[in-house]
């Protein structure tokens, strides 16, 4: 297999797996203004990628894989980070180098720009083949990893959305039960004042015969009154 067939394998694999995770991502190549001047760089295009996230995912990802510190550069406007004296795989006969890199917002999502500088000059497809090969390889492996944040955000978030949306059916759940208690409450005072009633009536009915037996005592009075 030739470099250009190289190229287009790491490339291709890695569409793969970011297609597969629902994301997608793109290298590309164009001259660049830094801090040590304008240079060849490779431009990693993150579709729905956080700025401030994928600079932070930056700066831990090459300090994990490649035991760099990367550092602000002080007399960059851009934003530029400087991650000095290490090697990648690959690149630069696997001799140490220094890699500038940017990270901007593009659009609805980000941009990491990085510029590679090994003795030789800034990797670049014209400079060597094998070394961009091997610097597009390791982008391609970051934009995965951004994938993997991304989606490992995405269950997060799903997953306090379930607890919500759980929370508030046992909210539900509760009014149910406190409704129906309520409801069951009021039938039982229903009866009771139904009974209440029944026995209301029947004792104005025995109060009624107690008015009128009084009565007829009260008219028989009156007439032996007049009889006297």
Do not use: C
């Not at 304008?38 to 035991?67: G, R």
């Amino acid at each position: 297999m030739n470099m250009k067939e190289s190229l287009y394998s790491v490339s291709f694999i890695a569409l793969l797996l970011l297609t597969a995770a629902g994301l997608t991502a793109q290298v590309s190549t164009r001259v660049q203004a830094m801090s040590q001047g304008d240079h060849e760089s490779l431009v990693l295009d993150l579709p729905s990628a956080d700025e401030d996230d994928v600079e932070d995912l930056w700066e831990d990802w090459l300090k994990d894989n490649y035991k760099v510190k990367t550092k602000s550069t002080r007399r960059s406007k851009i934003g530029e980070l400087a991650s000095l004296n290490f090697s990648l795989p690959g690149v630069n006969g696997g001799n140490n180098l220094d890699m500038y890199s940017a990270v901007r917002e593009d659009g609805d999502g980000a941009q990491l720009t990085v510029w590679i500088a090994t003795p030789r000059g800034y990797v670049s497809p014209s400079l060597d083949q094998g070394d961009y090969v091997n610097a597009e390889k390791m982008l391609m492996q970051f934009a995965l990893a951004v994938s993997k944040e991304q989606i490992e955000a995405d269950v997060e978030a799903d997953e306090d959305r379930l607890e919500d949306l759980e929370d508030e059916l046992e909210d539900m759940k509760r009014d149910k039960k406190r409704a129906e208690d309520d409801i069951e409450d009021a039938r039982k005072k229903i009866v009771e004042l139904e009974e209440a009633i029944r026995k209301n009536e029947l004792n104005q009915e025995s109060k009624q015969r107690e008015i009128e037996e009084q009565l007829r005592k009260l008219e028989a009075t009156k007439r032996r009154l007049k009889d006297f």
